[in-house]
């Protein structure tokens, strides 16, 4: 997993606050996530399953979470 390159989003809050969650895909398809504060823990979800999370993200489906 030390080859994958890691993506953090660009509303991540700056100044190394390590508040951000990376992502990366593989060339298998399979797409990762872990926070930037502890990036020894990793999640691993199909490319079905992330675009379904990122509609609802985008749709605001989450906003009553934070």
Do not use: Y
């Not at 504060?37 to 906003?63: C, E, L, S």
């Amino acid at each position: 997993m030390s080859d994958l390159k890691w993506r953090k989003s660009g509303f991540s809050g700056g100044g190394g606050s390590g508040e951000c969650v990376e992502v990366a895909a593989e060339p298998r398809g399979l797409i990762f996530l872990r926070e930037s504060d502890d990036p020894a823990v990793v999640i691993a979800t199909d490319p079905a399953r992330w675009a379904a999370f990122v509609r609802g993200a985008k749709q605001g489906n989450f906003d009553d979470l934070s």
